[in-house]
């Protein structure tokens, strides 16, 4: 958020959520004090399971007045909580620290590597990992360019790393254009490098900890005005980070109702540029900083208990440089894949900004949002709109989903061990990685070559991307690639070579990498019993 | 602004032509889209190759004009055979607009595609507020005036707020759901259901075999719409039970002729030129056995029904093997 824009929005949010609440008490739907009452409830309660002494008395001091208060009081209360949240959330852009951060971050991230790996610095060529090298952007990247001159974007990228906002940032930074203002998970801000650049990147605070009906209302409205005020956003539609490594098919739509509803709005007020563009994309890494956390995490969501990690792989400073260096120093790939632009109806859009049916007629999309001739908000049509938009960017994750060498390897292995082990259930598959001490090199390369060859099927059809280098590569070039990753950077490696013979050595990522290929249906070649 | 002052019908059939008739009587101005006796239903206000001597409400003006049903109607009901849908869909889809709304009154799926109609006009159309009609809709006992009601489906109430308010009138009540896929798998199923219920007439079975066969046919399109996502609760509403009681009590329906004439002896090739122009339960019927069996469902009726129409199987042989599987619990 801009300086100058910081109090208009801010104000714009107040008003129009206060507003929003009164005329639900004036419909009868809620009562002035249970909305009250309810966000003092749920703070109270979140402050006494993490307590924080100065916020826990605020809550009892509005509590206490709250209880003698008259109406007019309580009006000036609900005001109140609503600036109190808004304060909170709201992000800052620093223009200084984004010119600092874009050209230190590619390189400082190498030169905080040289601290740890002197054994480059002594190099006789001595080469400093950058991530400008590792970082690969595909897909349509003039479009985004263009469509963000005429209109508004909203990028919807997957998740399943925290690293995910850092690479997504600086891909747009290659790509030329600013940062987009994104809700960024309160936890990220505990590691104190990430939380100086998130405060001043545009970066707005989302605290999933507070339940108050209140607090969700206000953060969908701070996008709404933001959109609004020309911001572009990002949003993490899976919601947070995969836990199972696969791609997001089940989406949260919250946020993208705030779009639809500011893309409406800006119709009503006859904005100049009232367009706003959905760009999905994918980001592919060969390893993911926290998989054994997620994938850990994942088993035991499956397993029944379900909890948000606040302190995993990217809170420990340690272990995200080992990751960096790991990335950087392998020649490893992190592949941003951008997707084709829609409209919030789900059709696709050019670079002029002009939307097309599914058959490449023109679509006058305004009429989309017509009540009786008229542009107006419709709240049932709308959330069908945006659930059917959801099913839209489902179709193309999976379509620009990159196939990388980690994944091929996991998925082939898994599918070995399911075959392999068809008596075994899912956790005692994991837990014990199957009866067989080892697999030869062609117990593996064989299904491996059976899997490329229907991966490649699939790409020619465009229903899957490839990473580049295994395009054509030989099975022996793809398995090796991919031990050669799986072997850094990891506790527990997942699989290892050793003496000619794979082992399998950590079930849960292999199973957490195999993920990411598991719903194309490709299969391996049959076991033959003779 | 927009300027829909009609309702529009693409299609002349039968009950292409009773909807509009329905819309007519509700005093909204129709357009029936139909390429051939245009000036009968102008002049006359009649369809005899497809309603009989039934007068039809002189708000419905007939045309041939895809493009002005479009300019001029909010909603517009196709109802045009599943073999020919697509390609009328598509047409349509140079003219209508982003506010419309389209519903579909074919109860069939497309064979090439194993595509609902719903779903061909989201891809042949940029309209979004889609909708299906269906129901137990014997068009002769509407054009009679005899108390009878149909279901919309779609995702979006005000689609089926519009459509009551278009259709409903004292003899004719319209209910509303979102289940889009439950009511159009319900109204194409039951036309295999229909096939087979006039194969039971065909060979004098009774009413205890039809009444097993109609229970245990439901029971085939819950399973099957178990592992699409359907409600299983539309299938026990009027698209499902009450379109197939009214078509395998039906000897009127197309698809109820085809397995009485089958169960008479006569060749599917006969029917099809001499008896019944266009019965949808024998494409649907292969769609739906090849589904099942990629999906590992098991459909023994569907399948029976398939065997006999697509495979010349023997009849007698299929209801044999039917009646011969080992006993389930219900």
Request: net charge positive; hydrophobic share 35%; aromatic share 10%.
């Given at each position: 958020m801009k300086p100058e824009h910081k109090e208009d929005v801010c104000h714009d949010v107040v008003e129009r959520v206060f507003e929003a609440q009164m005329q639900r008490v004036q419909r009868g739907e809620v009562l002035l004090e249970t909305i009250i009452n309810d966000t003092i409830y749920h703070e109270k309660k979140r402050l006494h399971a993490d307590p924080d002494k100065k916020a826990l008395k605020y809550w009892k001091s509005v509590n206490k007045r709250f209880l003698l208060a008259d109406r007019k009081e309580q009006e000036s209360i609900l005001k109140e909580l609503i600036k109190i949240f808004i304060d909170e959330i709201v992000g800052h852009f620093d223009e200084k620290v984004y010119r600092f951060s874009t050209n230190i971050l590619p390189v400082g991230l190498g030169i905080l590597l040289n601290t740890i790996s002197p054994r480059v610095l002594l190099s006789k060529f001595p080469r400093l990992p950058d991530l400008r090298d590792s970082l690969l952007i595909h897909g349509e990247i003039e479009l985004l360019r263009e469509l963000e001159k005429k209109g508004t974007v909203i990028l919807l990228p997957t998740h399943s790393s925290n690293m995910d906002s850092i690479i997504i940032g600086f891909a747009l930074y290659k790509i030329g254009l600013q940062p987009f203002t994104y809700g960024a998970g309160?936890?990220?801000?505990?590691?104190?490098?990430?939380?100086?650049?998130?405060?001043?990147?545009?970066?707005?605070?989302?605290?999933?900890?507070?339940?108050?009906?209140?607090?969700?209302?206000?953060?969908?409205?701070?996008?709404?005005?933001?959109?609004?005020?020309?911001?572009?956003?990002?949003?993490?539609?899976?919601?947070?980070?995969?836990?199972?490594?696969?791609?997001?098919?089940?989406?949260?739509?919250?946020?993208?109702?705030?779009?639809?509803?500011?893309?409406?709005?800006?119709?009503?007020?006859?904005?100049?540029?009232?367009?706003?563009?959905?760009?999905?994309?994918?980001?592919?890494?060969?390893?993911?900083?926290?998989?054994?956390?997620?994938?850990?995490?994942?088993?035991?969501?499956?397993?029944?208990?379900?909890f948000i990690i606040q302190d995993d792989e990217f809170s420990r400073l340690g272990r995200m440089i080992n990751f960096v260096s790991s990335t950087l120093s392998l020649d490893s790939r992190i592949y941003v894949n951008?997707?084709?632009?829609?409209?919030?109806?789900?059709?696709?859009?050019?670079?002029?900004?002009?939307?097309?049916?599914?058959?490449?007629?023109?679509?006058?999309?305004?009429?989309?949002?017509?009540?009786d001739g008229q542009v107006d908000h419709l709240k049932q049509r709308d959330e069908e709109y945006v659930r059917q938009l959801g099913t839209e960017i489902v179709q193309l994750y999976k379509q620009y989903n990159m196939a990388l060498s980690t994944n091929i390897l996991a998925s082939v292995i898994y599918k070995i061990l399911l075959r392999d082990n068809p008596q075994m259930d899912f956790y005692r598959l994991l837990f014990t990685g199957g009866e067989k001490e080892y697999?030869?090199?062609?117990?593996?390369?064989?299904?491996?070559?059976?899997?490329?060859?229907?991966?490649?099927?699939?790409?020619e059809k465009n229903e899957i991307f490839i990473d580049e280098r295994l395009k054509d590569a030989d099975a022996e070039v793809i398995l090796n690639h991919a031990l050669k990753r799986f072997r850094v950077y990891h506790n527990k490696p997942s699989i290892i070579k050793k003496n000619e013979k794979i082992y399998i050595n950590n079930c849960n990522l292999i199973y957490y990498y195999n993920t990411r290929l598991m719903d194309y249906g490709i299969e391996i070649q049959e076991k033959n019993d003779d | 602004?927009?300027?829909?002052?009609?309702?529009?019908?693409?299609?002349?059939?039968?009950?292409?032509?009773?909807?509009?008739?329905?819309?007519?009587?509700?005093?909204?101005?129709?357009?029936?889209?139909?390429?051939?006796?245009?000036?009968?239903?102008?002049?006359?206000?009649?369809?005899?190759?497809?309603?009989?001597?039934?007068?039809?409400?002189?708000?419905?003006?007939?045309?041939?004009?895809?493009?002005?049903?479009?300019?001029?109607?909010?909603?517009?009901?196709v109802a045009i055979p599943s073999?020919?849908?697509?390609?009328?869909?598509?047409?349509?889809?140079?003219?209508?607009?982003?506010?419309?709304?389209?519903?579909?009154?074919?109860?069939?799926?497309?064979?090439?595609?194993?595509?609902?109609?719903?779903?061909?006009?989201?891809?042949?159309?940029?309209?979004?507020?889609?909708?299906?009609?269906?129901?137990?809709?014997?068009?002769?006992?509407?054009?009679?005036?005899?108390?009878?009601?149909?279901?919309?489906?779609?995702?979006?109430?005000?689609?089926?707020?519009?459509?009551?308010k278009a259709f409903a009138s004292k003899n004719f009540r319209v209910y509303g759901n979102n289940d889009v896929l439950g009511s159009e798998l319900g109204g194409a199923m039951k036309n295999i259901v229909a096939i087979a219920a006039g194969m039971i007439d065909g060979l004098d079975f009774g009413n205890n075999s039809k009444s097993l066969l109609v229970t245990r046919g439901i029971s085939e399109m819950c399973r099957i719409g178990d592992r699409l996502g359907t409600n299983n609760s539309?299938?026990?509403?009027?698209?499902?039970?009450?379109?197939?009681?009214?078509?395998?009590?039906?000897?009127?329906?197309?698809?109820?002729?085809?397995?009485?004439?089958?169960?008479?002896?006569?060749?599917?090739?006969?029917?099809?030129?001499?008896?019944?122009?266009?019965?949808?339960?024998?494409?649907?019927?292969?769609?739906?056995?090849?589904?099942?069996?990629?999906?590992?469902?098991?459909?023994?009726?569907?399948?029976?029904?398939?065997?006999?129409?697509?495979?010349?199987?023997?009849i007698m042989e299929v209801i044999t093997s039917l009646m011969q599987r080992k006993s389930l619990w219900e």
């Open positions: 309160i936890n990220l801000f505990t590691n104190w490098i990430v939380s100086y650049f998130m405060n001043n990147l545009g970066a707005y605070k989302v605290d999933r900890k507070k339940k108050a009906a209140l607090y969700k209302d206000i953060l969908k409205e701070y996008a709404t005005v933001t959109i609004e005020y020309g911001y572009n956003n990002l949003f993490f539609p899976g919601g947070t980070r995969s836990r199972s490594g696969a791609i997001e098919d089940r989406l949260k739509l919250g946020l993208l109702g705030s779009g639809l509803k500011a893309y409406i709005n800006n119709l009503k007020n006859n904005k100049e540029q009232p367009k706003i563009f959905i760009i999905p994309c994918t980001i592919s890494y060969e390893l993911v900083l926290e998989a054994e956390g997620l994938s850990k995490d994942f088993l035991r969501q499956t397993g029944g208990s379900k951008i997707c084709p632009a829609m409209d919030f109806f789900g059709n696709r859009v050019d670079k002029d900004g002009v939307s097309y049916d599914k058959r490449g007629r023109k679509v006058d999309i305004e009429r989309y949002v017509f009540v697999y030869t090199v062609d117990e593996v390369l064989e299904p491996l070559k059976v899997f490329m060859v229907e991966l490649r099927k699939l790409e | 602004m927009t300027n829909y002052h009609s309702v529009g019908v693409i299609g002349g059939g039968s009950w292409g032509t009773t909807l509009a008739h329905l819309s007519g009587i509700n005093n909204n101005k129709t357009l029936l889209w139909m390429r051939n006796g245009i000036d009968e239903i102008n002049t006359h206000h009649r369809n005899s190759k497809y309603t009989k001597d039934y007068v039809i409400s002189e708000q419905v003006k007939a045309t041939n004009s895809l493009e002005e049903v479009a300019e001029n109607c909010e909603i517009i009901i073999h020919s849908f697509r390609q009328i869909a598509y047409k349509l889809g140079n003219y209508v607009k982003a506010d419309q709304i389209l519903l579909s009154a074919s109860k069939g799926l497309e064979q090439k595609t194993r595509s609902r109609m719903t779903t061909i006009l989201v891809e042949e159309t940029c309209c979004k507020k889609i909708g299906v009609i269906a129901g137990p809709n014997l068009f002769e006992e509407i054009l009679k005036g005899h108390p009878s009601a149909t279901v919309v489906s779609s995702r979006f109430n005000e689609v089926i707020v519009k459509t009551v539309t299938f026990t509403g009027l698209t499902g039970v009450g379109d197939t009681m009214v078509t395998c009590a039906c000897n009127l329906s197309r698809n109820y002729r085809v397995g009485y004439h089958l169960a008479k002896g006569k060749s599917l090739n006969y029917i099809c030129e001499n008896i019944v122009s266009v019965a949808e339960g024998i494409n649907t019927c292969k769609v739906i056995h090849e589904f099942a069996l990629e999906v590992g469902v098991e459909l023994p009726i569907i399948r029976g029904v398939y065997e006999i129409v697509h495979e010349n199987k023997d």
